[in-house]
């Protein structure tokens, strides 16, 4: 059984003003990212299907040139290598949930 707890993880920063906390299992990833306002998530694609949970804030989300305002409790599904950009419009929380595991995240 994995068993960890999220205040004894410490975030690593990725793109200025995002920093983000992981744990794996055997086929998917969970990240727990804190995104300053104004940052940016640039533009990229993965092989990983990718579902976003906004927790708190508000979070500019474009997906294959697509654009919406995401705010809390909204959820957006990346299929597999489709392009994506996000910029925080306020401080934001965000969960996403990776399948298979992002290898790169470890």
């Not at 998917?28 to 998530?41: K, M, R, T």
């Not at 299907?49 to 500019?60: A, T």
């Not at 994506?84 to 969960?95: F, N, R």
Request: charged share 25%.
């Amino acid at each position: 059984m994995l068993h960890s707890n999220l205040n004894a993880i410490e975030a690593k920063p990725f793109f200025p003003g995002v920093k983000g906390k992981f744990i794996h299992g055997e086929s998917l990833s969970w990240a727990f990212w804190q995104i300053d306002s104004g940052a940016e998530v640039p533009r990229h694609q993965h092989v990983h299907e990718q579902m976003m949970h906004v927790v708190s804030g508000r979070f500019e989300f474009e997906i294959e040139g697509e654009k919406r305002i995401c705010e809390a409790g909204e959820v957006v599904c990346i299929a597999s290598n489709q392009w994506h950009y996000g910029k925080a419009l306020t401080d934001c929380v965000l969960m996403d949930v990776f399948t298979p595991v992002r290898e790169e995240y470890r």
